[in-house]
């Protein structure tokens, strides 16, 4: 299944890249996120635990994401892949590209190629996008709201 998609998220370039690339800002923004931890002595390489509903169909991948910096700060692409049990198995692939729009504010695009398995695998490809589409809206909502703090912004200024 491939799909694509843009957002236009309310930070300049610099800290949009930063937060996509902070384990502690992904953790609290990706939906349904129980631990999103570094793997020791490889860069950019996490594993991962995810809880999603898709249609009636509840599933926790376990899985792996690897960074790929194609070219900061403005594309990279990330390879994954998990499994949930009964549930299925899903892996992917996603290029993202940041274009600045202002100073303080950015687009975001994204491209995905997913294959998924077992139970998720026999619901539509229509219930699938709408649930991929929704999960990607509420990813780039929290984004906005966890993103790394601005090198200017200090307590207690305003």
Not at 3 to 18: N, S
Not at 103 to 120: C, N
Request: one cysteine or more.
């Amino acid at each position: 299944m491939k799909f694509q998609g843009r957002h236009e998220i309310a930070l300049d370039q610099a800290r949009l890249w930063e937060s996509l690339h902070d384990p502690e800002v992904l953790a609290k923004s990706i939906p349904g996120c129980e631990s999103f931890d570094a793997v020791e002595g490889e860069e950019e390489s996490y594993q991962a635990t995810v809880a999603t509903r898709v249609g009636p169909i509840k599933a926790r991948f376990n899985g792996h994401v690897q960074v790929e910096n194609t070219d900061p700060p403005n594309a990279y692409r990330l390879h994954g892949g998990g499994k949930a049990g009964a549930a299925g198995a899903a892996k992917g692939d996603v290029l993202i590209t940041l274009k600045p729009l202002t100073d303080s504010s950015t687009e975001l695009q994204y491209d995905a190629s997913v294959v998924v398995t077992g139970r998720m695998a026999q619901i539509g490809a229509k219930m699938m996008k709408g649930a991929s589409e929704a999960f990607a809206g509420e990813f780039f909502a929290n984004l906005a709201t966890q993103a790394v703090p601005d090198a200017g912004d200090t307590a207690g200024a305003g």
